[in-house]
């Protein structure tokens, strides 16, 4: 779905073929990911869930050019991703920001970089502050900071510099679960004035539904994609929503598949979640001869 403010044309189509990554591990080469395939269309807001360990952020370094994919085709607006570039803004779940640097200056920092002069430097981030609702601390060096702002500064930060698209990987992650949802709001609503693509990287079902557009839900290792689900709910995105049915339902739907994938990477280990048929406390011989 695209963003339907009619705020000029939304930008950025990440395009993911036939993905595979493989890393050396212990001498040998194994497959992280493998034969992924995703889209993120223009101004389309994309999640991807899926067990500890199975490839998002691997998938997520791909696009920001930090990793090369062992095979397969990653493009950014029809262009091979080849190294990272100023089209693609990333936020980490670390702030990432420079502590010798004013809030506004961290923000300037890659506009300076670009060449570009001070006013038009300061106007940008200025007005990018604004709409993170940051503009009365610009003089604050990031000590002074919540954690909630701090990572409000690094969204600005990745956004100042014009992205087509901007890659997230689980940003909200550090963050206590109320200061998590605000943040959530004012992210969506940033989104929708901005029109730009964005990947979002979670562990979190509820985060993933309210967010986006679509959710690609990831296998356990090597990742593939298990399923793509469309969320059809409405924008704006309001806190109300999450009561709604539609929003329950993909909630139960996503949490039963990740948690076959989550037992998958525990090597079918747990099946049941450990409590099943499957899994018996031993009698206290077996115990001790453990012991
Ligand atoms: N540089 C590397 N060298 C070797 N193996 C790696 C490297 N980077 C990642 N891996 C392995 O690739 C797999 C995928 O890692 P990745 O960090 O992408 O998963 P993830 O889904 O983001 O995990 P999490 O949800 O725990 O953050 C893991 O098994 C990891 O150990």
Redesign the pocket.
């Known amino acids: 779905m695209m963003a339907s403010d009619g705020k000029g044309p939304a930008r950025g189509h990440i395009d993911l073929r036939d993905i595979r990554v493989s ?1 050396m ?1 212990n001498g040998a080469a194994l497959d ?1 990911v493998s034969g992924v395939t995703l889209d993120v269309e223009p101004g389309e807001f994309v999640s991807v869930v ?1 067990p ?7 998938l997520l370094n791909i696009v920001a050019g930090f990793l090369k994919p062992s095979a397969g085709k990653a493009m950014v607006d029809g262009k091979p991703i080849d190294g990272p570039g100023s089209e693609r803004g990333v936020v980490f779940q670390q702030y990432s920001l420079f502590p010798w640097l004013k809030v506004r200056e961290n923000v300037e920092f890659g506009l300076r970089m670009q060449g570009m002069g001070r006013a038009e430097r300061e106007s940008k981030a200025r007005t990018l502050l604004g709409l993170a609702g940051l503009l009365s601390f610009e003089n604050h060096y990031p000590d002074q900071l919540s954690g909630g702002m701090k990572q409000r500064v690094g969204i600005v930060r990745a956004l100042a510099t014009g992205p087509q698209v901007l890659l997230m990987d689980e940003p909200f992650g550090a963050l206590d679960a109320q200061t998590r949802v605000v943040m959530q709001e004012i992210l969506t609503n940033m989104w929708q004035q901005l029109r730009l693509s964005v990947l979002f ?1 979670t ?1 979190d079902i509820e985060e993933s539904i309210f967010l986006s557009d679509k959710v690609y839900v990831m296998t356990a ?1 090597p ?1 593939r994609i298990k399923a793509e689900i469309p969320i059809p709910l409405p924008r704006p995105r309001t806190p109300e929503m999450t009561a709604s049915p539609t929003f329950m339902a993909l909630h139960r739907q996503l949490k039963a598949l990740i948690r076959e994938e989550s037992l998958a990477a525990m090597g079918g280990e747990l099946r049941d979640g450990g409590l099943g048929q499957d899994w018996h406390l031993g009698s206290q011989d077996d115990v001790r001869a453990v012991l």
């Open positions: 890393f591990q992280a899926g500890s360990g199975c490839g998002k952020s691997t990287i562990h290792r990742g």
